[in-house]
T-cell receptor, first 116, second 114 residues
Framework: NAGVTQTPKFQVLKTGQSMTLQCAQDMNHNSMYWYRQDPGMGLRLIYYSASEGTTDKGEVPNGYNVSRLNKREFSLRLESAAPSQTSVYFC???????????????FGQGTRLTVV | AQKVTQAQTEISVVEKEDVTLDCVYETRDTTYYLFWYKQPPSGELVFLIRRNSFDEQNEISGRYSWNFQKSTSSFNFTITASQVVDSAVYFCALRLDSNYQLIWGAGTKLIIKP
């Protein structure tokens, strides 16, 4: 079982470049999430998708866009990368959304992004 | 407002000692979920446990145990007979039943010395 798979694992971008982080889950989960983790901090939610076809902003959405391509895949795009977006990005998925009892999120391995 | 506090920034113990990681949360909601995650040096986030607010039963899983006390808004995590492989950053997190968002503590870095 692969769980949640993110690509790439590492990436270096120049300021102003664009890129897309890919995420796929094979657990048939309804909800998917993108987080960023900065040194000494917990995770902050960028965007989430409660179910296929829907996406919503999280705590820190500025500078990002997302696409829920299908139930399995949820991509994160940086249109014009900035040094402030240097971070570790985690994709996650969970079985259900609001009202669910099994609410734990399962995380991918993370993508270390550096913007120079 | 919701908040999770992990007051211990870093803990260092010698292998085989017991260690408790503290987690205190704040919420006015009556239905919520608490989680512990482990982040080893390799960087991935590993789910350890979920506790629902309506279930105050403590749980033991091998060397790991969790003590959930609503009266003190705490969800502490104890590792008995610690091992070097337990070295990691441990995060406590809170999710409300009415919301999608996980509210994270700052994490406790646990160092187990051989």
């Amino acid at each position: 079982n692969a769980g949640v798979t993110q690509t790439p694992k590492f990436q270096v971008l120049k300021t102003g470049q664009s890129m897309t982080l890919q995420c796929a889950q094979d657990m048939n989960h309804n909800s998917m999430y993108w987080y960023r983790q900065d040194p000494g901090m917990g995770l902050r939610l960028i965007y989430y998708s409660a179910s296929e076809g829907t996406t919503d902003k999280g705590e820190v959405p500025n500078g990002y866009n997302v696409s829920r391509l299908n139930k399995r895949e949820f991509s994160l795009r940086l249109e014009s990368a900035a040094p402030s977006q240097t971070s570790v990005y985690f994709c996650a998925s969970s079985e259900e959304f609001i009202g669910a009892r099994r609410t734990e999120a399962f995380f991918g391995q993370g993508t270390r992004l550096t913007v120079v | 407002a919701q908040k999770v506090t992990q007051a211990q920034t870093e803990i260092s113990v010698v292998e085989k000692e017991d260690v408790t990681l503290d987690c205190v949360y704040e919420t006015r909601d009556t239905t919520y979920y608490l989680f512990w995650y482990k982040q080893p040096p390799s960087g991935e986030l590993v789910f350890l446990i979920r506790r629902n607010s309506f279930d105050e039963q403590n749980e033991i899983s091998g060397r790991y145990s969790w003590n959930f006390q609503k009266s003190t808004s705490s969800f502490n995590f104890t590792i008995t007979a610690s091992q070097v492989v337990d070295s990691a950053v441990y995060f406590c997190a809170l999710r409300l039943d009415s919301n999608y968002q996980l509210i994270w503590g700052a994490g406790t870095k646990l160092i187990i010395k051989p």
